[in-house]
């Protein structure tokens, strides 16, 4: 079983509207969480960590931790066209030398 | 900036044949990755190391090889090319620091065996 579900497969936002991704690990011992991008012909890149319950945001870009239930999620608000790209979900134990554990990425079209 | 650099970044090879994909960082990280991305499968981990002279098999090693002759140099080897091994390939460099081992990738490595 893929210790790291995201969901959905596929999404696609007109400019300027609400993209939304959820992330869910299988592995009761995942408790650190990553966002990375990944535009075309390019490699991943961060784009979020968060290793607390809550909320983070950095500028148009917020995730939100529940460790109880081990769900991750990103919201990215006033999308633009340079948001279209994969964006994976990473997971570890801790920090440290735990290698991450990537989710099959969720593919998302901002159309103008 | 972090800089990971991977080459070659393009490489058609034969079935049978040997291939070397090599890797670069400027990190100065101590942990090391290979990944294949195929469609479907997401990030696949191959091979990873903890620093140099140390290798250690990820979740699909078989049919490859890793080498990491120093702190900057963490290499990916195909004895015997197989089709099934025409993917994408990407190296990372990882923090590994207790508050968060953020990785950096490179650019990526695109192989077609035939």
């Known amino acids: 079983q893929q210790k790291v579900q995201q969901s959905p497969e596929s999404l696609s936002v007109p400019e300027g509207g609400m993209a939304s991704f959820n992330c869910t690990s299988s592995?009761?011992?995942?408790?650190y969480f990553w966002w990375y991008r990944q535009h075309s012909g390019e490699g991943p890149k961060a784009l979020m960590s968060i290793f607390s319950d809550g909320d983070k945001k950095e500028g148009r870009f917020t995730a939100h931790l529940n460790k109880a239930s081990l769900h991750v999620s990103l919201h990215i608000r006033d999308s633009q066209p340079s948001d279209s790209a994969l964006y994976f979900c990473a997971a570890s134990p801790s920090g440290g030398n735990y290698k991450p554990t990537f989710g099959k990425g969720t593919s998302l079209v901002v159309h103008p | 900036e972090a800089a990971v650099t991977q080459s070659p970044r393009n490489k058609v090879a034969v079935t049978g044949g040997k291939v070397t994909l090599s890797c670069n960082q400027t990190n100065n990280h101590n942990n090391m990755y290979w990944y294949r991305q195929d469609t479907g499968h997401g990030l696949r981990l191959i091979h990873y190391s903890y620093g140099a002279g140390s290798t250690e098999k990820g979740d699909i090693p078989d049919g490859y090889k890793a080498s990491r002759p120093s702190q900057e140099n963490f290499s990916l080897i195909l004895e015997l090319a197989t089709p099934s091994q025409t993917s994408v390939y990407f190296c990372a460099s990882g923090e590994g620091s207790l508050s968060g081992n953020t990785l950096y990738f490179g650019e990526g490595s695109r192989l077609i065996v035939v």
């Open positions: 592995d009761r011992n995942f408790q």
